[in-house]
């Protein structure tokens, strides 16, 4: 990163934070700040799961505490316990909360309409598509990668997500029975690691890898969500696991995929994989590829560790 793309970032925090009313207490001309108006956004018709909710929003306990009980001191939430776990407290919305929620809508309906309404049609598209972009990036940029044991439930919703997908998308099925599935142990320190995407705690894809000490490393199960494809997560992964296999003093790469899967042949190829014989004999498999990683790629530190 250099500063000036730095100095824009800052920029455009300050345009916004002005323009949509951030910085006073009484947001949007009501009695409280931002925070409280956006708990009561995320809480909801339904309620939220406390915990949920500051994973959610990235809050801290104390401040999320401090939020919630401002506003049922103001008697808009409601907190009691969930019956199966009384450690799990859910908060909803009263109905003097539904009310209040209703009006910061009508009045966000209001601010956004003057941000736009001083535009001609041709301006008021590129800020739309503008928008659009900024919220897919920060998207991307907000989503961790975390390395987790191949057992955390996160890893194993991951992966039936995966063998279901494919399922679906080879010509002969899939049946992990039949394919040379790395065994756990192979994807814990020190044979491997697995990691997983997250974004505001919700899984988003997976991705394993083999780091053997008397044999290439090998990229294994690597998956992204559909809702979260277009992020760029699948290079993201790929850097992410060059990285870690070249500190581990590995200097090839290697995986293996199916035909039917374009999109991700199409991405290793632009990631500066090769494609080369057969070096296994996965059944699922019809190309072989590898890449030559002769230093740590320029990548930023793994996270999640």
């Not at 920029?11 to 009313?21: A, C, K, P, Q, S």
């Not at 990235?58 to 776990?85: C, H, K």
């Not at 035909?259 to 498999?285: Q, T």
Request: proline share 6%; charged share 30%; with cysteine.
């Amino acid at each position: 990163m250099d500063g000036d793309q730095i100095a824009q970032v800052r920029r455009f925090n300050r345009v916004v934070t002005e323009r949509v009313g951030v910085l006073h207490d009484r947001y949007l001309g009501r009695d409280r700040p931002v925070g409280e108006a956006r708990l009561l956004w995320e809480i909801g018709a339904e309620g939220q799961d406390v915990r949920r909710l500051r994973e959610r929003l990235g809050l801290d306990s104390g401040y999320a505490s401090r939020l919630l009980r401002s506003l049922e001191a103001d008697g808009l939430v409601t907190l009691a316990p969930q019956p199966d776990d009384r450690r799990v407290r859910t908060v909803r919305l009263t109905e003097a909360g539904r009310a209040e929620r209703a009006v910061l809508d009508s009045r966000s309906d209001a601010l956004a309409a003057s941000m736009l309404e001083p535009l001609n049609a041709g301006q008021r598209a590129r800020l739309g598509g503008a928008m659009a972009e900024v919220e897919r990036l920060l998207t991307a940029a907000t989503v961790r990668l975390d390395a987790v044991d191949p057992e955390h439930p996160d890893a194993r919703s991951c992966l039936e997500s995966y063998a279901a997908e494919v399922d679906e998308h080879f010509d002969t099925g899939f049946d992990p029975a039949r394919s040379l599935l790395p065994d756990t142990g192979e994807l814990r320190p020190p044979r491997g690691l697995f990691l997983v995407a997250r974004l505001h705690g919700e899984p988003l894809g997976c991705a394993g890898l083999k780091t053997p000490p008397d044999a290439p490393a090998e990229v294994k199960r690597m998956w992204v969500a559909p809702r979260a494809r277009g992020l760029g997560l699948g290079r993201r992964f790929l850097a992410d696991l060059e990285t870690r296999a070249a500190r581990a003093g590995h200097a090839l790469l290697r995986l293996d995929t199916n035909k039917s899967l374009h999109a991700a042949i199409g991405l290793y190829r632009s990631c500066g994989f090769e494609e080369v014989e057969a070096f296994n004999d996965e059944p699922y498999a019809d190309h072989w590829f590898e890449k030559r990683l002769t230093e740590p790629a320029e990548a930023s530190s793994p996270s999640g560790v």
